[in-house]
């Protein structure tokens, strides 16, 4: 599914209106409509609502639910906010509409204002601006805002809470964005919602369809996208019945140190259940019980010393090397590391303490090879790339370098993102909050790296690799709560995640 750009949806909306073909009033009416039975399914007429609308197209939307909500005998009150008294054209028929209904309490304010009391069982509907805000609130508009953030009431906002700009916030006053309960966005999700900054704002949200053109959607070129379990099921490779382990790809993780050999234990596990032939660990010497007791189907590769990874392996009967869960980052370990990774010929994954170590030494992140995996969450790749202000900056950063060196950054969180060498990014949908727990990581690693040594290319395995670690996560929190979660139970739900999926047969 396509993200777009706060300009890329008016450019949709002006495809809609010349291609449906339908006038942009009406299709204020088909949103308003929307978003008004949206509102009717959360509040009764019972509430009391109060109406903020701006004098551009968002508060055209506002004023067209205020009347909807009128007629169907809600109490609402509306405030028109026309300071420069220049409404855009829609803004101004919906106006005049709503003005025409004899019961409307409407106050076009021009000049001073004198804002109506705000209580706790009260709804405020905030349609002050929408998604072509460029700039932070200031003035009459900020107070505004702060008085509506002061108050007990409910807020819901139309597409866009008033203050927040679609994509770049890094730079915007905080205090004067709405802090909405629920957010009723029209037809596509925007990049700014998948910030974990920008949550206190959004509140719940909606997605609402407002059928813009299709077609439109398909022409319009986007460098974001959010995945779903469609875009995943189709990359899926069949599996022969006739299969062995031996062409069934062999895959290497170098993970471990002493006092850290859990790290090994669940990227090994995880990448066994990944669907790859073979699994070898290369791990210190004084974790290898540790291993062969709690993973029999891997082979233990012994490393020369007693607690640390400390020379670089042969890989030429591997179809993949994941390398960094666990390592330490002793500077012997490090200088390991970077030798394994100028040896590796085959796909790479790199995380966790190999990131680590490359912050510590950031000459040699010139030297990763093209196509490696780094799978960074942000406070490793703050290390690396130095520290961003907020999620926005951080993601452009990674985009950035992804480019840059022609790799794949994973950038997890909520929304892990994909950035991929050709500047496309994807957004992860599955996961839960159950996740953010020791050794999660760890798991995204070894099911990559299976996945790469299994056969598929670096761009199928990444999307794979963060979907299906965030769909065996769901899995695990329906079954014990998002609370108890451990890694391990990601492991042990990644076969139903697969049945889930629905693994292609020949």
């Not at 949709?12 to 449906?20: F, K, M, S, W």
């Not at 669940?266 to 210190?284: D, F, N």
Request: hydrophobic share 40%.
């Amino acid at each position: 599914m396509k993200l777009f750009t706060g300009s890329q949806i008016r450019e949709l909306d002006r495809y809609t209106i010349e291609h449906e073909p339908i006038c942009s009033l009406d299709l204020m009416e088909r949103a308003a409509k929307a978003i008004t039975k949206a509102i009717t399914e959360r509040w009764t007429s019972a509430t009391a609502i109060v109406v903020f609308a701006g004098p551009g197209n968002n508060g055209g939307d506002a004023l067209a639910v205020a009347r909807m909500l009128i007629e169907l005998g809600y109490n609402v009150e509306t405030f028109l906010f026309n300071i420069n008294r220049q409404l855009s054209p829609d803004c101004a028929t919906n106006k005049n509409r709503l003005t025409e209904i004899r019961k409307a309490k409407f106050t076009e304010v021009t000049q001073e204002f004198d804002p109506p009391k705000l209580e706790a069982d009260m709804l405020v509907i905030d349609g002050l601006f929408g998604s072509g805000l460029n700039k932070p609130l200031s003035g009459g508009f900020a107070s505004l805002v702060k008085y509506i953030n002061s108050s007990a009431a409910k807020v819901a906002s139309i597409d866009v809470p008033s203050g927040l700009m679609t994509e770049d916030n890094t730079y915007n006053i905080r205090a004067n964005i709405i802090r909405a309960d629920l957010t009723l966005t029209l037809q596509m999700t925007k990049l700014a919602f998948l910030f974990p900054e920008n949550q206190v704002n959004i509140g719940e949200l909606i997605v609402l369809d407002i059928n813009l053109s299709k077609e439109g959607i398909e022409k319009i070129d986007s460098q974001f996208t959010l995945l779903d379990i469609n875009d995943v099921r189709k990359r899926l490779l069949p599996r022969s019945p006739f299969v062995h382990k031996g062409n069934m790809g062999h895959a290497l993780l170098v993970a471990g140190s002493y006092g850290m050999g859990g790290a090994s234990i669940l990227a090994t596990k995880a990448c066994l259940r990944s669907g790859v032939g073979k699994v070898t660990a290369h791990t210190p010497r004084r974790n290898v019980i540790m291993m062969q007791v709690a993973v029999p189907e891997a082979i233990v590769q012994i490393d020369k010393e007693e607690t640390i990874f400390s020379e670089a392996v042969d890989t030429e009967d591997f179809q993949a090397v994941g390398i960094g869960p666990g390592l330490g980052q002793s500077e012997n370990c490090a200088i390991a590391m970077i030798a394994q990774i100028r040896r590796t010929q085959c796909p790479i994954v790199i995380d966790a303490d190999a990131l680590n170590m490359l912050a510590n030494h950031r000459s040699w992140i010139q030297q990763l090879p093209k196509g490696i995996i780094m799978t960074p969450h942000p406070k490793e790749f703050d290390r690396m790339q130095g520290h961003s202000a907020d999620s926005y900056e951080r993601l452009s950063k990674a985009h950035e370098l992804a480019q840059h060196l022609q790799s794949y950054v994973i950038l997890k969180g909520r929304y892990t993102a994909l950035c991929a060498p050709d500047g496309h990014t994807t957004f992860n949908t599955s996961g839960n909050a159950g996740m953010a727990t020791a050794g999660s990581g760890d798991v995204l690693t070894g099911i990559i790296t299976g996945l790469l040594a299994r056969g598929y290319e670096r761009n199928d395995a990444c999307i794979i690799g963060i979907y299906i670690h965030g769909l065996a996560g769901n899995i695990a929190a329906k079954k014990m709560g998002e609370e108890s979660l451990m890694a391990s139970d990601i492991i042990d739900c990644l076969p139903e995640a697969y049945k889930e999926l629905g693994v292609n047969k020949i």
